[in-house]
């Protein structure tokens, strides 16, 4: 992953510069009303693109027919996501259309309807609180 480091030398005003980062790691998460159904980290230095999101969906898939046989049995699984360009490639959709995965559309322009805002993320800070890393 790149991150922007502000660079300052002398007088002159400050630029950002590419800095390959050490810290930051991209974690994968699909969840339900029950909590989370599967997790991963992309490994270091993986483009997060439509192939590994393609990779990803066939790992959930027997993830979902593991952990919720009775979603499985009755196809009533469901994704919902955002509309970035790796979600909605035709490489995806014809993935999902293939395995008969129903989409939960997101409207356009509403980063403000994020389930991981209001479902994930409290659920996180719950179960990291009072924990120094």
Known sequence: MLSL????????????????????????????????????????GQMAN?????EVLARLRDVVRRMRPELWENQAWMLHYNNEPAHTSLL???????????VVPH???SPNLAPA???????????????NF
């Open 50 to 54: 439509k192939q590994l999101y393609q």
């Open 92 to 102: 995806i959709r014809s993935y999902l259309a293939k395995h008969q995965t129903s």
């Open 5 to 44: 480091q502000w660079m300052g030398k002398g007088p002159q005003p400050k630029k950002a510069q590419m800095n390959w980062s050490e810290i930051k790691v991209m974690l994968v998460v699909f969840f339900d009303w029950k909590g989370i159904v599967h997790h991963e980290f992309v490994p270091h």
């Open 117 to 131: 805002d209001f479902f994930l993320f409290p659920k996180l800070k719950t179960t990291l609180k009072g924990h």
């Open 107 to 109: 409207p356009p322009y």
